[in-house]
């Protein structure tokens, strides 16, 4: 997993500085630092408050099914799964780390394989409901603005290039492991087997809990819609509500269908296109550099100091 992880890195800090270097050459100008002096802080307070309210409702939803599954944690730890699970999700190819990370840290708790998995795959479903209930919507602004549609596939086609070119650079070789090949396979055939149970008792007897976290699934992404919401307003504050909302599902399905670490680059670009629409060109490289940094990127660092905090102890422990 740290080699994964460090391998992502790589990779996403060399596509945000091309991303960086893009908005920097098109968008800032002496107009710059005025428009940092002019943002409504009240709004951008809210943005901010909205990100906790991100990282509660995911840490809610997690809590819920874990307490379901019978495993016991803080809700203060529960935060903490949240952040380094933003870090995990930031750093890795298609958001994948984010789960790799929740698999750590429910693992550092001592809990079994296969509850883990149990956890990860329902949590994975309850954040599909809310791209699943607004997939209608997503489809018709496509057929309504197929222009912006095409924009955006040109952005992750140009990205995914991209991250295919950088893995081919830095592939390295597996190591092999020690296991053999036939207590390997009896343990993952064990733990599958407890897995199809567990989830088959948890969809038999849970089905409240279940809808519950798939209820602060759904808030989740609606606090991210709000946070872009409120931080656009803070640039201009007769922005419609609504409007804002719907100008974002586009940009936020590339986002998270996008191969790239953490959407990188897809997200700055294609900000800079949808936001476009609501901003000047002096404003909207500001506002897509504070929009990512506030709505993932900021979450992230904090994620990754945490992380590198438990493994470090965890390796202490084992040495």
């Known amino acids: 997993m740290v080699k994964t992880l460090v391998r992502g890195s790589i990779f996403f800090v060399l596509i945000l500085l091309l991303s960086l270097s893009y908005i920097s050459f098109s968008s800032f ?56 699970n933003t870090f995990g999700a930031t750093i890795t190819p298609a958001h994948v780390g984010g789960e790799g990370t929740t698999v750590y840290m429910l693992a550092r708790k001592g809990v079994n394989a296969y ?41 992750i086609i140009i990205f995914s290039l991209l991250v295919l070119i950088l893995f081919k650079i830095f592939r390295k070789g597996v190591a092999s492991s ?67 909302f719907y100008q974002q599902i586009s940009l936020v399905y590339a986002i998270f269908v996008s191969p790239t670490p953490g959407g990188s680059g897809v997200g700055e670009l294609g900000g800079m296109m949808v936001f476009g629409d609501f901003l000047s060109k002096a404003e909207v490289g500001v506002f897509v550099v504070l929009w990512r940094t506030i709505s993932q990127y900021m979450s992230a660092f904090v994620g990754g100091i945490i992380f590198l905090i438990c493994l470090v102890k965890d390796l202490k422990n084992l040495s």
């Not at 599909?128 to 924009?151: D, G, M, T, V």
Request: charged share 20%; proline share 1%; aromatic share 18%.
């Open 29 to 84: 100008n002496l107009d710059t630092l005025r428009v940092l002096q002019n943002i409504n802080k009240k709004y951008l307070l809210l943005s901010l408050f909205f990100v906790f309210l991100v990282h509660t409702f995911d840490n809610l939803r997690l809590y819920v099914i874990s307490r379901a599954m019978g495993v016991k944690y803080s809700l203060l730890y529960g935060y903490v799964i949240s952040l380094i």
């Open 115 to 155: 509850k883990i998995a149990c956890i990860v795959t329902l949590k994975t479903l309850t954040g599909a409901a809310f791209f699943i209930l607004f997939l209608p919507l997503f489809i018709y602004q496509i057929f309504r603005e197929p222009q912006n549609a095409i924009k955006l596939f040109g952005i």
């Open 178 to 244: 020690g296991v053999k090949g036939r207590d390997w396979f009896r343990k993952i055939k064990s733990s599958f087997k407890r897995y199809l149970v567990y989830l088959r008792l948890f969809y038999r007897e849970k089905k409240k809990e279940f809808l519950l976290a798939t209820l602060f699934g759904i808030l989740l992404y609606l606090s991210f819609f709000t946070v872009g919401i409120f931080l656009l307003k803070a640039f201009n504050e007769k922005i419609s509500f609504l409007k804002a």
